[in-house]
């Protein structure tokens, strides 16, 4: 139905939906420092028309380097967008962005032993402004609940991090 770099609207049968393309899938980081923060970006979300409070996250193998593997697009994008590096990136799980819209799935990583080696930010040169935030675990309901009434939104994929990051502090 429609060709863009990066997504395909498909017909099958009478389902309408938007498959990814030119790509070999995409990769999201839930990242905790050793002071029990949650490290977010924000950045602003043409199709949403607001700012939106993400996981460090990004395409993995794109039309530069179709091989680059996921744990590898995983460093990349928490380092790009937040200045971070990490000592360990362990491979959790697949899961779907919004089945019934897209054929899209990100595959999930946990970082740990983090250091911050960069500004992050993004690349201001591909449009990206990312402003990184650190959360304390303990008080990210009510942070989260201050951001939606500045007005932004919030990917769903966070409440699944935070769920995890507090499963992991509880050990």
């Excluded at 939106?52 to 091989?67: N, R, S, T, W």
């Excluded at 080696?117 to 040169?125: K, L, M, N, Q, S």
């Excluded at 951001?147 to 992991?168: F, M, N, S």
Aim: a negative charge; one cysteine or more.
């Amino acid at each position: 139905m429609a060709d863009g770099r990066f997504l395909r609207m498909v017909r099958q049968g009478r389902w309408e939906y938007v498959e990814r393309h030119n790509t070999t899938g995409a990769v999201a980081v839930i990242a905790v420092t050793s002071g029990r923060q949650l490290v977010l970006v924000e950045q602003y979300r043409v199709p949403m028309g607001m700012s939106c409070i993400e996981l460090p996250a990004g395409l993995a193998g794109d039309l530069d380097d179709p091989e680059e593997a996921f744990e590898l697009a995983a460093r990349r994008e928490l380092h790009e967008e937040t200045g971070f590096e990490a000592d360990q990136m362990a491979y959790l799980y697949r899961v779907c962005t919004s089945p019934g819209l897209t054929s899209e799935t990100i595959d999930l990583f946990r970082a740990t032993g983090l250091t911050r080696t960069g500004p992050g930010g993004g690349h201001p040169d591909e449009g990206e402004e990312i402003v990184v935030h650190l959360v304390d675990l303990d008080a990210v309901e009510q942070w989260i609940v201050d951001r939606v009434a500045q007005g932004l939104c919030i990917d769903v994929k966070v409440y699944t991090a935070i769920a995890l990051a507090r499963q992991w502090d509880a050990g």
